[in-house]
C-alpha cells in the first residue's frame, strides 16, 4: 500500500489506482526525489504543479511537505477519482485546501495556464508517450515555470533524455530502479 512519506501528512495511507494502466513512482524514488527537492529549499511555501498525476502519490507528497498550491493534472477518469480521494484525505490532514485535482489532458491544462505561475513541476508521464508530444508537454511546462523554476520528470532509463528547451540547464540526473529521474532549471526562458 501506498502511503505519505514525510511531513505533516507523512504516514498516511493512500488509494491506489486499480488495474496496470498506471505506473505510480515507486517509494524509494518518490523519497528520494522529495529527499532532494527538500533539502535544497524547492517545497516550503512554493507553488507546484503535478502533470500526468496519477493517483496524486507526488502531489500529496509536496503538499505534506510545505507546498502551499498543489494541483495535479490526469485525464483518466479512474485515475481522477483516486487522486481526488487523496487530495481530500491530505487536505483534511493540513487542516486546508492545498491539493486540487484537474481532470483534463495536460497539453490542454498548460495552453490555459498563464506563464511563470509555477515554482515547481512534476512530471511522470507514461513510459510509452510519444516522444514528440513529451517534448511538446516539456515545452508548454517550462514556459509555465517562473524564471529560476525546476522542472522535474520522471522517465524510463531506456528513453533518451529529452532535448531541453534552451534557457534550460539540467542540474542533476538521478537513477532510481528502472526510472531516471532529472531536475532541470529554467533561467531567463
Known sequence: ?????????????????????????????????????????????????????????LAVEAASRGAVKVIG?????TAVQVAEANAAIVNKALGQQIVDISHMPVHRFLQTTPESSWDVILADPPYDLDQDELLVTITQAFQALMDDGLFVLEQAVKSDEPAWPEGTYVVDARRYGEAMVYFVRRVGY
Do not use: C, H
Open 1 to 57: 500500500m501506498s502511503k505519505i512519506v514525510a511531513g505533516q501528512a507523512g504516514g498516511l495511507p493512500l488509494k491506489s489506482v486499480p488495474g496496470s494502466n498506471t505506473r505510480p513512482t515507486t517509494e524509494r524514488a518518490k523519497e528520494a526525489v522529495f529527499s532532494w527537492l527538500e533539502s535544497r529549499d524547492w517545497l516550503e511555501g512554493n507553488a507546484v504543479l503535478d502533470l500526468y498525476t496519477g493517483s496524486a502519490g
Open 73 to 77: 493534472v490526469e485525464t483518466a477518469r
